[in-house]
């Protein structure tokens, strides 16, 4: 008895190594990087999707200011926050989005000088 209790402490110590070493340090952001979120772009919108499962419609919050699109929400295991830097201007009264079957979609269209135009060649 007493030698599977000194194995079972050895255990318990390499875990404890294991779950504070560097190459572990993933797990303590877990929340950083929920939800998880893709990005694409077309000729007139940012596009921003994320994945939330099982998140009321009403309880997330999706704010544009200066910028940044921020997508927040309280969990009961704690709040997410996801912030993301849009590199053009966008026209903010356009904004649109919509949460269905647990994928937020988040539409930006460019402002005018933001979108790419076709330069004609001189000959």
Same mark, same amino acid.
């Given at each position: ?47 921003? /999707?994320?994945?939330?499962?099982? !998140? *009321?419609?009403? $309880? ?7 910028? =940044?699109?921020? @997508? ?13 830097? /849009?590199?053009?201007?966008?026209? !903010? *009264?356009?904004? $649109? ?7 937020? =979609?988040?539409? @930006? ?13 001189? /000959?």
């Amino acid at each position: 008895m007493f030698l599977k209790m000194r194995k079972l402490e050895a255990l318990r110590r390499e875990m404890e190594q294991l779950f504070s070493s560097p190459s572990m340090s993933y797990i303590s952001s877990l929340n950083a990087s929920f939800p998880l979120v893709n990005l694409y772009e077309d000729q007139d919108n940012l596009v921003v /999707v994320a994945e939330v499962p099982g !998140v *009321d419609p009403e $309880s997330v919050q999706t704010v544009y200011k200066e910028g =940044v699109l921020t @997508l927040r929400k309280e969990r009961p295991v704690g709040e997410f926050e996801k912030n993301i830097r /849009v590199p053009f201007p966008v026209v !903010v *009264d356009q904004i $649109s989005a919509t949460l269905q079957d647990g994928m937020l =979609v988040a539409k @930006l269209p460019k402002a005018e000088e933001a979108k790419p135009k076709q330069i004609k060649i001189q /000959v």
